[in-house]
């Protein structure tokens, strides 16, 4: 029981703590710090009754005297523990593949006095960076007898190559008193050595090496040559090095090499630390000069969608250039040009490489490449000898983003705190092309899910990410009283994702365009309609958001496409309409020098504005600007409604397809104009052309609106019934009580605001 009573003393003295004033006269003295009491009075017992006295006084030992209520406890001694310190200095002196020699400076019994005997070095290290380190967990523990300042050591082994370990070691005493901390070692182990590294090619004055990637990866290579092999040969001789922070490149060229010399190269790979681990030893000898310059300033253009790949260059000023020669591969080019040779178009080298062009002039086309595979090329300019330059090789990987994945959903628990997305998976690229080898990491290596706060401009934040099998995925949600926003990206190894729709914690849908502002919305209540069993094409579907700058101009002042995109073909879905139009198309406006521009004018230079001559004050944007929808056939005006505090126009439609943001000049009110008309001669014969006709108004406030048809002489023949396709429409399919009206001249009276249109239209059957 002392133990337990001295942390009851300790406890009443913590409680008594305002009266500590009493005690400032009491003399200390003593230094081994342990702390003797005893209880006087009533046989070492504490009786009932109320408040407590504490008499103490320091010296050697601390005799206490405590009464109060409700305590019984006998006298003993509680000595003041000392705890070993913290260790210090802990870094890695030695390291390898596969093993880590961590080296730290002992402490002491007490801090960092007093040697440890009988004590324990706890070791706790793992490659999870969300480890939790404590002092009571550790993976592995051992006996020790230290003095403080010793240098310590330990060897793991077994490791993985290229991994980061984090490391904590924690000292305690006989009586396994623990340290506190630790400090921290975060030390990778060297990645593995490239695979079958070999000489590429051997120039006057460079030599490049290929290899293939190590088991577990490597952060990059580095190539070292010397003319002295590194020191043992006498001179030791310059070391000449070329690096890649890139894992994935798989050549390096050394430059700046002396001709005709014999030179020794030796390849290493890096960790993220960017420590080495060199292999073996490779000497070749440097060739001869003169030769043709080589090429300069190559450009690539890769050409996915068109499964190409584009090259210009500049073409040295050397007597008697005949063209360059261009060799590409799907493997590294290791083939040597001979000198005074000549090669033909198709010809095919020995290492398997091809000739694509045998004497180009400043551009190369090389097309019907397969994508997510690596090409290699080789430039060579030559003389009309047939000498060829130092070469000048580049490689290209042609790659899609994935497709978006189609069918998005969201469902929340009832206390919203969890939502569960699901998708469609995806088998193919964006551009509907399906995956040339399925689960191929390349082509799709997994699913992340994106959160966001904000709709417009946001910042996401990676949530997960789930495998390539996974099609759906359950989080929390942070907030229930906020609307959080969602999105699943499909990635590939290469880690570009492909563009995808959001879904938010009210369950609306969202595809975002390029400028993150313009956008299309789907009420929770209709997102069915991009699941299989929701639309007339039974696929699952996506929305794609595409900017048509192209379309920019004079009047238009943005263009966007919103598109029905099914997966996995990749196809659009023709003729998709809602049955409501009550889907939001947002389209952003962009305004410089406090005017209207078209959006490929924001930021341009003074001139450039100057040259297009913007007409639309930012302020009147309200009263001057509207949209437009492309039926088919035409841009129809559909004004929508505009929000100078997001520089937005939105128009509530049932149809995707393409709008533009046009100069319009418009009315403070809701307004009505014959030409706003579809046609103004029906023909209800169910041909599908001209059954019936559209008014549309422009109506800011979005005001109620009413329609009715009469005859000549005044008689109510049909209510007009609210558009299907565009909000703020009107529509009459020439019918009466469900029957089609006799040929005619017929009146309509549309009323909104107070406010009478009248005209006529004419009916032909």
């Not at 702390?35 to 050697?60: D, P, Q, T």
Request: aromatic fraction near 10%.
């Amino acid at each position: 029981m002392p133990g337990k009573l001295n942390k009851l003393i300790l406890a009443a003295a913590l409680l008594l703590a305002p009266a500590r004033a009493a005690f400032s006269g009491i003399p200390m003295a003593g230094g081994d710090n342990s702390i003797r009491r005893s209880l006087v009075s009533g046989g070492g017992a504490i009786s009932a009754g109320a408040g407590f006295s504490l008499n103490c006084a320091l010296a050697e030992n601390v005799v206490s005297t405590f009464t109060g209520a409700g305590f019984k406890f006998s006298s003993g001694l509680m000595p003041l523990a000392a705890q070993p310190g913290t260790i210090t200095a802990l870094t890695a002196v030695t390291k390898s593949t596969g093993t880590l020699e961590l080296n730290w400076t002992a402490p002491g019994l007490d801090g960092f006095q007093g040697a440890v005997a009988g004590g324990t070095y706890r070791i706790d290290t793992t490659s999870d960076p969300a480890h939790v380190f404590a002092p009571t967990v550790f993976v592995t523990q051992f006996s020790t007898a230290v003095t403080p300042g010793d240098q310590q050591a330990y060897v793991f082994s077994g490791l993985q190559a290229n991994t980061t370990y984090y490391t904590r070691i924690y000292l305690a005493d006989i009586r396994t008193v623990v340290a506190e901390d630790s400090d921290h070692s975060d030390e990778s182990t060297l990645a593995n050595l490239p695979v079958t590294p070999e000489l590429a090619g051997v120039y006057a004055s460079s030599v490049s090496f290929t290899w293939n990637v190590p088991a577990g990866a490597a952060e990059g290579y580095r190539v070292a040559g010397s003319s002295g092999n590194f020191g043992a040969l006498f001179p030791g001789g310059v070391v000449y090095t070329s690096t890649t922070e890139n894992g994935l490149l798989m050549t390096l060229t050394v430059r700046g090499l002396r001709p005709e010399t014999t030179y020794y190269f030796k390849l290493a790979s890096l960790n993220w630390q960017q420590e080495t681990n060199y292999g073996v030893i490779i000497a070749t000898c440097t060739r001869r000069q003169p030769r043709p310059y080589q090429i300069e300033g190559l450009t690539t253009h890769p050409l996915a969608l068109a499964r190409k790949v584009l090259f210009n260059w500049t073409t040295p000023d050397y007597p008697d250039l005949a063209g360059v020669l261009v060799q590409t591969s799907t493997a590294p080019i290791t083939q040597e040009l001979e000198d005074y040779t000549a090669y033909n178009n198709g010809a095919v080298l020995a290492d398997g490489s091809v000739v694509l062009a045998s004497a180009a002039a400043v551009a190369q086309a090389h097309t019907g490449l397969l994508l997510d595979s690596t090409y290699y090329y080789n430039f060579s300019s030559k003389d009309a000898n047939n000498v060829y330059s130092l070469v000048v090789s580049t490689e290209c990987l042609l790659d899609l983003p994935p497709m978006s994945p189609g069918g998005l959903q969201a469902s929340l628990d009832p206390a919203r705190t969890e939502i569960t997305i699901s998708w469609s998976g995806v088998t193919s690229n964006n551009d509907g092309s399906m995956f040339r080898f399925s689960g191929e990491p390349l082509e799709l290596a997994r699913y992340e899910i994106y959160r966001a706060t904000g709709l417009m401009n946001s910042n996401w934040a990676l949530v997960t990410s789930v495998a390539v099998s996974s099609m759906n995925i359950t989080v929390p949600v942070p907030d229930p009283a906020s609307v959080y926003y969602y999105k699943v990206a499909a990635v590939d190894s290469i880690g570009v994702p492909g563009t995808s729709m959001i879904v938010d914690t009210d369950k609306n849908l969202y595809a975002m365009a390029p400028d993150m502002i313009s956008r299309i919305r789907i009420p929770a209540d209709l997102t069915r309609v991009v699941t299989p069993g929701g639309n007339s094409a039974g696929s699952p579907l996506f929305f794609a958001a595409l900017d048509r700058t192209a379309d920019e101009g004079g009047k238009v002042m943005k263009a966007v496409e919103f598109a029905p995109i099914q997966a996995p073909s990749g196809a659009e879905l023709d003729a998709f309409t809602l049955d409501t139009p009550r889907m939001d198309i947002v389209l952003r406006y962009e305004t410089e020098a406090g005017m209207v521009v078209p959006s490929g004018l924001k930021g341009a230079a003074p001139e450039a504005l100057a040259a297009y001559k913007p007409s639309v004050d930012a302020s009147d944007a309200s009263s001057s600007l509207g949209a437009y929808w492309y039926n088919g056939k035409d841009y129809v005006k559909v004004f929508g409604s505009v929000n100078t505090a997001d520089q937005t126009v939105t128009v509530r439609s049932a149809v995707p397809g393409k709008y533009q943001i046009r100069t319009l000049a418009r009315s403070s009110g809701v307004s009505f104009d014959v030409k706003e008309m579809s046609n103004k001669v029906i023909t209800p014969n169910g041909d599908g052309r001209n059954d019936y006709v559209v008014f549309t108004l422009d109506n800011p406030r979005d005001s109620s609106i009413t329609g009715k048809i009469y005859d000549l002489s005044g008689a109510f023949v049909a209510d007009m019934k609210p558009g299907t396709q565009i909000a703020d429409t009107l529509a009459w399919d020439g019918k009466s009580n469900g029957s089609v009206v006799p040929r005619g001249v017929y009146v309509y009276q549309i009323k909104a605001e107070g406010k009478t249109f009248n005209g006529t239209l004419v009916v032909i059957r």
